[in-house]
Antibody
């Protein structure tokens, strides 16, 4: 059974960089699949942030592309998200998830982690 | 960007009755449409993909239909555990890949 677990600081100051990691268990990232980040502001809907293939190819939401970096570390079986120059609008629950292919739904999700942007 | 619009925003239905949720895409997404269920404090759970295929372990009372721009999620006989928020998502916009979600429909007990 594939399991994903997000980790990282729950509080980030405005203008700083948000950094999260998603640890994957039950499956080797290097074997394939795509991996993604989705966020959900409190009380609001879901927004795709970006995705990465195990080879390192990345795809970002155009509205966030200038501030987002997603990377993969196959040796640790995890992938990461960095979002720079954060503001209060970036306060959200951040989820990591898996996609079978680039045109697939998100079939496995982490439990999510709340990141608050505040001084 | 493909905009996904769900209706209604809130749906009040009694247990045992049928619920019908709608999702419309601003342009054709073929059958590349998924439905998710989200309960408070939990991650979304994949229910339907390919517009009409139930994900592993999803009860048969959940069914999806539609293609192109109009989609429907039907829950045939509502159980207490079905009251939640439901999101549709398109995954057709490739290249470049740009996944978009609807704003959600809250299914509440009448």
């Amino acid at each position: 059974q594939v399991q994903l677990q997000e980790s990282g600081p729950g509080l980030v100051k405005p203008s700083e960089t948000l950094s999260l990691t998603c640890a994957v268990s039950g499956y080797s990232i290097s074997s394939g699949y795509y991996w993604g980040w989705i966020r959900q502001p409190p009380g609001k809907g879901l927004e795709w942030i970006g995705s990465i293939y195990h080879s390192g190819s990345t795809y970002y939401n155009p509205s966030l592309k200038s501030r987002v970096t997603i990377s993969v570390d196959t040796s640790k079986n995890q992938f990461s998200l960095k979002l720079s120059s954060v503001t209060a609008a970036d306060t959200a629950v951040y989820y990591c998830a898996r996609l079978n292919t680039v045109t697939s739904p998100f079939d496995y999700w982490g439990q999510g982690t709340l990141v608050t942007v505040s001084s | 960007e493909i905009v996904m619009t769900q209706s209604p925003a809130t749906l009040s239905v009694s247990p045992g009755e049928r619920a019908t949720l709608s999702c419309r895409a601003s342009q054709s997404v073929s059958s590349n449409l998924a439905w998710y269920q989200q309960k408070p404090g939990q991650a979304p759970r994949l229910l339907i993909y390919g517009a009409s295929t139930r994900a592993t372990g999803i009860p048969a009372r959940f069914s999806g239909s539609g293609s192109g721009t109009e989609f429907t999620l039907t829950i045939s006989s509502l159980q207490s555990e079905d009251f939640a928020v439901y999101y549709c998502q398109q995954y057709n916009n490739w290249p470049p890949s740009m996944y978009t979600f609807g704003q959600g429909t809250k299914l509440e007990i009448k």
